[in-house]
């Protein structure tokens, strides 16, 4: 079934175009991982999925679940199921992850037209979903990321998404100031919630999340297009052979 | 006739009549003087010493000068352009349905989730409600007067109490305190007195609501609260849905007594007419509060939730005088669109071995301006005093500002005086953050500011706390885009 489509994408900001027609289909249960240099609008295209002010969407679509995306406040995204991981996840002052994660699960769960989770079932899912990631029950009680490192701060992402349970799940940049025990982590908590309900966009500058986080496809992006696709293997040989590979005139498609 | 000539001719008119003794008047003309002073005191049928007393504090208030030093601005107030003196209106002046009420007011009513009987009493809709609440506040009052409780209005209390009156009124806010001080005492001519007596402890929270002809605000409001040796009350001035009032300048004041081993709880949600999204219209709100922990072992708290007025200059203060006795100051100030708050405390150490906690959460949101302004003073008397502030803002948006003063006077060498302050930014990218785990802008904001008043909000009664808490979201919305 297919879950996301981009059709002819062109994003700018601030008069400056940084997706000039990017093209993308994810079907529902798989993992798809975009690479490529800094600044190519791998971040952007993140950004603009989940709907964060400040980008110009100046041409083309995006469908998801068969609903026009772009049409939708960025609360609507996150209810549909779409969840981005943060690259930088900021801190909210006097609000407890435990408050903070049960007022947004409650709020998914009304747009659903389900119940609020009672108290006693909530914390017991909370205490579960966070082992996930080897977080110890005490970050529940701390305000939302206030204080934590920032490996803490990627595993806190993960363990969102474990609870809000999305439809697509975009991770961005998450492997970034990973040491290899943290990124493990991470990979193992991601690798548990793949699902054939679920689908993933992974963004990475490295292929060594990969390692772990085996995608079904792989897609190279440079100059606000996709370049090149393929399987895991296009994640080793680009791994190989460097990002002047592509800039060496290299723009050969599918 | 020119409206000023026709007005100096009514007024003069009425002079010349002599309002001193009138019946039929329902309202002194505009304008501050002797004789309006004395309309006044004979309209309240009070005891000669009040007339005395008020003369004394119109004659010190006319040497003063109006104080500037309070961050707040707004254009002069002609003292001369005001009424000190107007009847409660009558009953056919009232709306006579909640269809007649500025529907702003039964919205926010609504999102406060008030019962529909209570919304009518607020919004002073001439109906059987207003009988209701006559009954209820009957039976309250039988069983206060078991308890050999007073509370009235202080109208009464000066009547049916003068001897307590006499000796308690001013002596913790004198007239010469301060030029709003001088002017309320001049004019007052509403407010509560309520006085416990020894080992009494008051069963209930004490509120003006459930006072008869409580319902509409004086603008010029005088509250006396004693509590004699040994006892205990809880007092809840205000209420969250928001009073209108067509004055624009309030100035009250507020005394507390607290005898030995007594205590007094004073809780207040202010949430008046801040005015509209310009900042035009809004009620100045420029009070004095202030405790005296008289005896030992006392103890006075203030929590205080101020959301509403376009200028807000309030300090509920301790004078700290009795051994071991504690003051304490809970804080919560909201100030959105062009609001002007200035507020604080002041913490007065004289006994020995005194404690004072200051909890001030400023919030500022729009263009508004939000400081906290407190004095710590420990005198030479007061060893073994100890103090500790806490004063946190909280900043939405990047056009309202948060400002913090404190004083510390420490006169002897073995007290502890801790200060700590924050300063936090509701920014864009945490209301992204929220609106991505399907959180909208409105109920991310209410969330952050909740927890960051969480402190506060626990401290008033239950009730009031809940209602307190809805009140905060309300109070900024609208205040991102």
């Keep these: ?254 | 006739m020119p409206n000023d000539e026709l007005l100096k001719e009514i007024t003069e008119q009425e002079y010349k009549y002599g309002f001193v003794s009138p019946i039929e008047q329902e309202f002194a003309p505009k304008g501050l003087n002797e004789d309006i002073i004395r309309f006044i005191w004979e309209k309240k049928k009070e005891p000669p010493f009040m007339l005395e007393w008020r003369l004394k504090a119109f004659r010190y208030w006319k040497s003063m000068q109006e104080p500037h030093w309070a961050k707040v601005e707004y254009t002069p107030i002609d003292y001369q352009d005001i009424y000190y003196y107007a009847a409660p209106k009558k009953l056919k002046e009232k709306p006579k349905s909640l269809d007649e009420v500025d529907p702003e007011i039964l919205r926010t009513f609504e999102k406060l989730g008030i019962p529909l009987r209570e919304q009518e009493i607020l919004a002073g809709v001439a109906v059987d409600a207003v009988l209701d609440s006559v009954s209820v506040a009957t039976t309250f009052k039988e069983k206060l007067e078991e308890l050999g409780i007073i509370f009235c209005s202080i109208n009464e209390a000066i009547r049916n109490h003068p001897d307590l009156v006499q000796k308690y009124l001013g002596s913790v806010v004198p007239y010469t305190d301060n030029f709003f001080a001088a002017l309320n005492s001049a004019v007052f001519s509403d407010g509560s007195f309520v006085y416990v007596p020894k080992g009494v402890r008051c069963p209930m929270e004490l509120s003006t609501y459930f006072r008869i002809n409580a319902s509409e605000t004086g603008q010029f409001e005088r509250t006396l609260i004693i509590a004699d040796e040994g006892s205990y009350v809880s007092y809840l001035e205000g209420c969250t849905a928001p009073i209108r009032d067509e004055n624009q300048l309030h100035a009250a004041v507020v005394e507390l007594i607290a005898l030995k081993d007594a205590e007094i709880k004073y809780s207040t949600v202010q949430n008046w007419y801040p005015g509209d999204k310009e900042g035009r219209g809004g009620i100045y709100n420029f009070v004095t509060k202030r405790g005296i922990c008289l005896g030992e072992n006392s103890k006075i708290s203030w929590t205080q939730v101020e959301t509403g007025s376009a200028i807000t200059w309030k300090y509920p203060s301790c004078i700290l005088k009795g051994d071991n006795s504690v003051g304490e100051f809970y804080s919560i100030a909201i100030t959105n669109n062009y609001q002007q708050a200035d507020t604080g405390t002041k913490m007065i150490h004289l006994g020995k071995n005194t404690r004072s906690r200051i909890v001030s959460k400023g919030i500022a949101a729009s263009r508004s301006n939000n400081s906290y302004r407190g004095l710590v003073q420990i005198s030479k008397k007061a060893v073994g005093a100890r103090n500790y502030s806490q004063c946190d803002s909280l900043l939405i948006g990047d056009k309202c500002g948060a400002h913090t003063f404190p004083y510390i006077e420490v006169n002897n060498s073995n007290s502890i005086v801790e200060h700590e302050a924050t300063t936090s930014k509701i920014s864009d990218e945490i209301l992204f953050y929220c609106n991505q785990r399907g959180i909208s802008k409105e109920d991310a904001i209410g969330l952050i500011v909740n927890g960051f008043s969480r402190e506060v909000l626990n401290q008033l009664p239950m009730e009031f706390a809940v209602e307190a808490q809805k009140l905060l979201s309300v109070s900024l919305e609208g205040s991102v885009g």
């Design chain 1, 1 to 254: 079934m297919e879950l996301l489509k981009i059709n002819n994408l062109k994003v700018g900001i601030e008069d400056k175009l940084i997706i000039k027609g990017l093209n993308l289909t994810i079907n529902l249960g798989e993992v798809h991982a975009i690479m490529g240099p800094n600044g190519t609008g791998k971040s952007t295209l993140a950004n603009v999925l989940a709907g964060k002010p400040g980008y110009d969407v100046l041409e083309g679509e995006i469908i998801f679940m068969g609903k026009n995306l772009l049409e939708m406040e960025p609360e609507e995204r996150a209810r549909e199921g779409i969840f981005l991981a943060f690259q930088y996840p900021v801190e909210i002052p006097g609000v407890t992850n435990a408050n903070f994660m049960k007022t947004a699960v409650n709020e998914i769960r009304k747009y659903r037209q389900l119940e609020p989770l009672d108290a006693f079932d909530f914390l017991q899912l909370m205490k579960e979903r966070a082992a996930l990631v080897g977080l110890d029950a005490s970050y529940l009680q701390r305000n939302v990321n206030e204080g934590f490192s920032g490996g803490e701060k990627k595993r806190n992402e993960i363990f969102h998404l474990a609870m809000l349970e999305p439809k697509l799940a975009i991770l961005d940049e998450t492997d970034s100031g990973l040491d290899i025990d943290a990124l493990k982590i991470v990979a193992n908590g991601v690798n548990s919630l793949r699902s054939p309900e679920r689908s993933f966009l992974v963004i990475t500058h490295y292929q060594r999340l990969l390692n772990y986080l085996t995608p079904d496809f792989v897609h190279v992006m440079y100059d606000g297009r996709i370049v090149l696709s393929g399987t895991k293997e296009l994640a080793l040989e680009l791994e190989s052979k460097g990002y002047d590979w592509l800039r060496n005139g290299n723009n050969g498609s599918k």
